[in-house]
């Protein structure tokens, strides 16, 4: 068979696309952006020129916050510095000098810390003053009670815990000591060069109300420490501030997750129930002046101390905290504890006195039971032993200069309760 012949297909031309010259192309694009540009300047005027903005613009502090001074470089310049001039003494200074030389503050670098709180009060600000129109915003002004005082104090807890990462020590809450410091002190919240908040242990309610007053004094709000019974929180106490909207009185509570106000009478039953006599004369529910709040860091380096059994070194720092409050009786009866672990002897009259009341001879116990079951006999007799005298803790850590006492409150008798006589237990030590 003959094959057939294929049918030749005409091939398709093929034109090059000629490339229009460069000056034409970059002449297209011009005009191209000229007609985007007039179409959005006439959607603005026609359509938008006139309407309110939706988005309100950042507002402005009209106040300008004093500036606190680092006046002290060491603990012992801390404590020569009087009343007065504790008043424009940075309080997160004051409390990290307190921290030196305590277990956890080893390579404590107080300067890099209060850099550090520079950049958080910079951080709160700027948060704070973008969003303060909310103060009287009807969609949120009943959330912050119409006040900006009260929207300034939940952003300054919101940033430092949600933004900046500020935590409560979820290991202390349960097993609370005192053999770290930075449990007690703000640096267990502050991360160290080249570290991050996340290496940070955490803070708990005697170092988490330090910090928020610490931030919060830099922006220049009203701040103030309160203790009750076992627990420390924040007060904005404002009522004589120069800044009209910032004249208000309300409990700040952010030991923990979150930022609550709670009237004071809350405080008598929580974190453990207290009677009105006690908040009288532990004088509870009190703003305290920057030489209370001296007292109290003073206080917490004793219980660092004490429980890394250093009883000398607690018992001058209450005696301090004692010179620095003579009003509250929790500094006596700490201070009267620790002296006599140690024989420690004051420099304080008071608490000299105060001391040698408590230092009777202790008798021994075979010569105990024998007067109380053979008393027409003559006891033997028995040497008494008295806590040994010790030296006074070294130069290192001064005494505080004495100070007028401010008279006590007059205590209210209380009614003796009846002792009835309960006999002995069989296998167990008598009731002495």
């Known amino acids: 068979m003959a094959q057939r012949k294929k049918k030749s297909r005409p091939q398709k031309r093929t034109c090059k696309s000629v490339k229009p010259p460069k000056g034409d192309r970059t002449f297209a694009i011009l005009t191209s952006l000229a007609i985007i540009g007039v179409l959005v300047l006439v959607v603005h005027f026609v359509f938008l020129r006139g309407k309110p903005s939706t988005t309100p613009p950042i507002a402005r502090d009209t106040f300008t916050p004093k500036?606190?001074?680092?006046?002290?470089?060491?603990?012992?310049?801390?404590?020569?510095?009087?009343?007065?001039?504790?008043?424009?003494?940075?309080?997160?200074?004051?409390?990290l000098l307190c921290a030196t030389g305590l277990p956890?503050?080893?390579?404590?670098?107080?300067?890099?810390?209060?850099?550090?709180?520079?950049?958080?009060?910079?951080?709160?600000?700027?948060?704070?003053?973008?969003?303060?129109?909310?103060?009287?915003?009807p969609k949120w002004a009943k959330h912050y009670r119409n006040s900006e005082s009260y929207l300034?104090?939940?952003?300054?807890?919101?940033?430092?815990?949600?933004?900046?990462?500020?935590?409560?020590?979820?290991?202390?809450?349960?097993?609370?000591?005192?053999?770290?410091?930075?449990?007690?002190f703000i640096h267990g919240m502050i991360p160290a060069k080249g570290r991050t908040i996340a290496d940070t242990p955490g803070g708990t309610c005697t170092s988490m109300p330090v910090m928020y007053v610490a931030v919060g004094r830099h922006l220049g709000y009203p701040l103030k420490l309160v203790t009750t019974n076992a627990h420390i929180f924040v007060r904005w106490d404002g009522r004589e501030h120069p800044e009209p909207a910032w004249r208000e009185r309300f409990n700040i509570e952010g030991a923990g997750k979150g930022f609550s106000s709670?009237?004071?009478?809350?405080?008598?039953?929580?974190?453990?129930?207290?009677?009105?006599?006690?908040?009288?004369?532990?004088?509870?529910?009190?703003?305290?002046?920057?030489?209370?709040?001296?007292?109290?860091?003073?206080a917490a380096r004793g219980h660092c101390a004490s429980d890394n059994n250093r009883p000398s070194l607690a018992a001058r720092c209450?005696?301090?905290?004692?010179?620095?409050?003579?009003?509250?009786?929790?500094?006596?009866?700490?201070?009267?504890?620790?002296?006599?672990?140690?024989?420690?002897?004051?420099?304080?009259?008071?608490?000299?006195?105060?001391?040698?009341?408590?230092?009777?001879p202790i008798v021994d116990s075979d010569l105990f039971v024998h007067q109380r079951y053979k008393p027409n006999t003559t006891p033997p007799a028995a040497p008494l032993s008295v806590p040994p005298q010790m030296p006074v803790y070294g130069p290192s850590h001064p005494t505080l200069p004495q100070l007028p006492q401010t008279p006590r409150m007059p205590q209210i008798p209380q009614p003796i309760r009846p002792q009835h006589y309960q006999p002995p237990i069989h296998g167990q030590p008598l009731r002495r």
Not at 67 to 83: I, Q, T
Not at 114 to 126: E, M, Q, S, Y
Request: charged fraction near 30%; hydrophobic fraction near 40%.
């Open 318 to 360: 209450y005696e301090n905290a004692y010179r620095c409050d003579s009003t509250r009786p929790c500094y006596r009866a700490w201070f009267t504890k620790a002296a006599m672990r140690c024989g420690y002897r004051p420099a304080t009259p008071a608490l000299a006195r105060l001391l040698a009341r408590r230092r009777r």
């Open 104 to 137: 956890g503050a080893e390579k404590l670098d107080i300067d890099h810390c209060l850099a550090t709180l520079d950049k958080w009060a910079a951080r709160v600000k700027f948060e704070t003053l973008r969003h303060l129109y909310r103060a009287h915003d």
């Open 67 to 95: 500036e606190f001074m680092r006046k002290a470089k060491s603990l012992a310049e801390l404590l020569s510095m009087s009343p007065a001039q504790l008043v424009d003494m940075d309080i997160a200074a004051m409390n």
């Open 152 to 184: 300034r104090a939940s952003f300054l807890l919101q940033v430092l815990q949600e933004d900046l990462g500020v935590k409560y020590d979820m290991t202390a809450k349960d097993n609370f000591a005192f053999n770290d410091s930075r449990v007690a």
């Open 262 to 298: 709670f009237e004071d009478d809350y405080y008598k039953t929580w974190p453990l129930k207290t009677t009105d006599y006690q908040v009288r004369a532990n004088r509870y529910l009190i703003s305290l002046t920057p030489r209370e709040e001296l007292a109290q860091f003073l």
